[in-house]
C-alpha cells in the first residue's frame, strides 16, 4: 500500500461523527489573517493556520494535532516517520525572512519584537529609542531623552525672571546686560536696586555718595557733601532763596501757560479758517462745474430742439406731398371709367398663404365706376370656397360705401364681365372671362348700410371660377423676366423671382 493511500481523501472520508471529534481536537490557529493567508498555509483538516506543521508524501500540509486522531481512526501507524515528513527546516527559513506576521528585532535594539509589517511603523513612531532632530539645536536624540536633552541644551528658550522678555537662548549672555537683573549698590551696599535704576540711586538716593549743592551750578555755593547731609544744607542755607526763585518760577510758568494758550486758541482758529476757506473754494468750484455743465446741457438741448424743429418742417413738408401723391393716386386708382384692372403681386406667396390659412381671401383696392358712380371691390380666394376648395379659385364683387350713394339709384343695376387676364406677347390670347348678371333680390346690390358701412356683406360672383391648376400656367402667372433671361441666372436669383409673379384680372362694366 502506497504512504499517502490513507491520505488521498482525508476530509471526506469521515464520518459525521467522527468530524465531530476532530472539531473539538482542532488545534491550527483561529485568528483573522491581514491579508488572508494562502491555502498552502491552511491545515487541510481544520482549514485553520498550520500550526507545528508537517507534510505528507502526497503533499498534504497539516497540524501534527490533526494528524494525531486521524491515524488512529484510520488503523494507520503512529510512527511519523514512516507516514510523513517534517515540513523541510529550509523552506521554513525561507518563509520567516518574508513573512509579514513573523516577530522580528527593532533595528534600534530597544527590546521590542513587533510583526514585520509592523517594523516600519514601529521604528518611525513608537520606538523609544528613535532618534530625532532637536528642533532648537538640532541634535540628533532619542526619543526617550528628549527632556532630559531640553534641560541641557544651549539654544533652549526660556524667559528672563527679572525682565520676562521670552525666547532667550540659555547660552547667550542676557542676564549680564538685563536692565531689571538686581544688583547691590557699592556705595550703601543696599540690595535689590534694578541695574536700569543704579545710576539714578547714585545721583539721587545713595545717602554715601558726596553731591555738590545744586546751587553751585548757576555759581552761588560750594557746599560738596553726602546725599544725607544735602536736604539739611538746603533748608538752612539756600530756603529764602529756594522760595524766591519758586515765586519767579510761578510767574513764569503762569506767564508760559497764557502764551501757550494763546497760541493753541491762534493755531485753532487759523486751522478753523483754513477749513473754511477751503470748503468754501471747494463749493465755488462745485457751483461752477455744475453752472458750465448746465449750459452746456442747455447749448446741446438748444441745438436738438432747433433740429427737431427743422426735421418737423421736413416731415410736415413731405406729409403734405405725401398726401398729395396719395389722393393722386387714389383718384387715378378709383376711377376706371368702366374697366379696372387688379394686378395681384407675389402670386406664388399669395397662394402659400391661402393655402395654409394664414390669408385666404385677397380684397382689391375700391374703385369707382364711373367719376360719380357706385363703388365697389373685388374679392378673390385661391385656394376656393365651399366645394372648389383645393380645385377652382373663386372671384367675387362687393359693394363699397362711396361719396356718392345718394344721388345714385339703387339696388345696382348693370351687369359685370370678370376675366383672368390671359398675359402672353402674342396676338392670340384666351382670357378667362365671366360675366355676373345682376339678380332681382336687392340684397346684393343694394346700397350698403350700417352695420356695413364701407364693404356690404353681401356679394356676387363664382364659387368655380376657374382651376387653380390653370391661373398658374405662363400665360396667367407671369413672370418679370422672360424664362431664357430667367434660366441663365443662378438658382437662388430665380428662387426669389419667381415669387414676384403677379396675376391680373380685368373688370368690364357692361351697360
Known amino acids: 500500500m502506497p504512504l499517502y493511500a490513507p491520505f488521498g481523501h482525508i476530509p471526506n472520508e469521515l464520518d459525521s461523527t467522527s468530524r465531530s471529534e476532530l472539531v473539538e481536537e482542532l488545534k491550527g490557529y483561529d485568528e483573522d489573517f491581514d491579508p488572508p493567508l494562502e491555502k498552502k498555509h491552511k491545515c487541510s483538516i481544520c482549514h485553520l493556520g498550520l500550526r507545528e506543521p508537517v507534510q505528507t508524501e502526497c503533499g498534504h500540509r497539516l497540524c501534527r494535532k490533526c494528524l494525531e486522531p486521524l491515524m488512529s ?46 517594523l516600519q511603523y514601529h521604528m518611525e513612531s513608537e520606538c523609544l529609542l528613535r532618534k530625532i532632530l532637536c528642533e532648537h539645536c538640532g541634535d540628533a536624540v532619542s526619543w526617550c531623552e528628549v527632556e532630559k536633552h531640553f534641560g541641557s541644551c544651549l539654544k533652549y528658550p526660556e524667559q528672563c525672571n527679572e525682565c520676562k522678555q521670552e525666547g532667550i537662548q540659555r547660552g547667550k549672555k542676557h542676564f549680564g546686560s538685563c536692565l531689571k537683573y538686581p544688583e547691590q549698590c557699592n556705595e550703601c551696599k543696599q540690595e535689590g536696586i534694578q541695574r536700569g535704576k543704579m545710576k539714578f540711586h547714585l545721583q539721587h538716593h545713595c545717602p554715601n555718595v558726596k553731591i555738590k549743592c545744586p546751587f553751585n551750578h548757576v555759581g552761588l555755593c560750594e557746599f560738596e ?27 513764569y510758568h503762569k506767564e508760559v501757560m497764557q502764551r501757550n494758550a494763546l497760541k493753541e486758541t491762534e493755531v485753532k482758529l487759523k486751522d478753523e479758517n483754513n477749513i473754511s476757506f477751503e470748503k468754501q473754494a471747494n463749493w465755488n468750484q462745485r457751483l461752477e462745474s455744475e453752472v458750465g455743465d448746465m449750459q452746456e446741457t442747455l447749448h446741446e438741448h438748444s441745438n436738438e430742439i ?14 403734405h406731398k405725401l398726401k398729395v401723391e396719395v389722393k393722386l393716386l387714389q383718384q387715378g386708382q378709383q376711377l376706371c371709367n368702366g374697366q379696372y384692372i387688379w394686378k395681384i403681386e407675389n402670386m406664388d406667396r399669395c397662394c402659400q398663404d391661402a393655402v395654409s390659412g394664414v390669408s385666404p381671401v385677397m380684397y382689391s383696392p375700391g374703385f369707382y365706376t364711373s367719376p360719380c358712380g357706385y363703388k365697389m371691390c373685388l374679392r378673390i380666394n385661391l385656394n376656393g370656397v365651399k366645394s372648389g376648395v383645393g380645385t377652382h ?38 382670357h378667362i372671362t365671366k360675366t355676373v348678371v345682376t339678380k332681382p333680390e336687392p340684397s346684393v346690390f343694394q346700397r350698403p348700410v350700417p352695420p356695413w358701412d364701407v364693404i356690404s356683406s ?9 382651376p387653380i391648376d390653370k391661373i398658374h ?3 396667367y402667372s407671369r413672370k418679370h423676366l422672360p424664362s431664357r433671361e430667367l434660366s441663365m441666372m443662378k438658382r437662388e436669383t430665380q428662387e426669389a423671382l419667381r415669387q414676384l409673379c403677379h396675376l391680373e384680372l380685368k373688370v368690364l362694366k357692361v351697360t
Open 393 to 430: 379659385v373663386a372671384l367675387h364683387v362687393h359693394m363699397m360705401r362711396g361719396d356718392h350713394d345718394k344721388h345714385l339709384e339703387w339696388p345696382f343695376s348693370k351687369g359685370f364681365t370678370l376675366s383672368i387676364v390671359d398675359q402672353s406677347e402674342g396676338s392670340l390670347q384666351y
Open 225 to 251: 557733601g553726602f546725599q544725607s547731609d544735602a536736604g539739611e544744607h538746603l533748608v538752612e542755607e539756600h530756603l529764602s532763596q529756594i522760595m524766591d526763585l519758586m515765586k519767579i518760577f510761578l510767574i
Open 473 to 475: 400656367m405662363p400665360q
Open 458 to 466: 353681401e356679394y356676387s360672383g363664382y364659387e368655380n371660377f376657374a
Open 306 to 319: 432747433d433740429l427737431l424743429r427743422h426735421q418737423l418742417k421736413e416731415t410736415l413738408d413731405r406729409v
Open 73 to 118: 481512526l484510520t488503523g494507520v501507524d503512529t510512527n511519523f516517520s514512516t507516514y510523513y515528513s517534517q515540513v523541510a527546516s529550509d523552506t521554513l527559513e525561507d518563509h520567516s525572512h518574508k513573512c509579514l506576521f513573523f516577530c522580528v528585532e527593532c533595528e534600534h535594539n530597544c527590546g521590542v519584537q513587533p510583526e514585520r509589517k509592523n
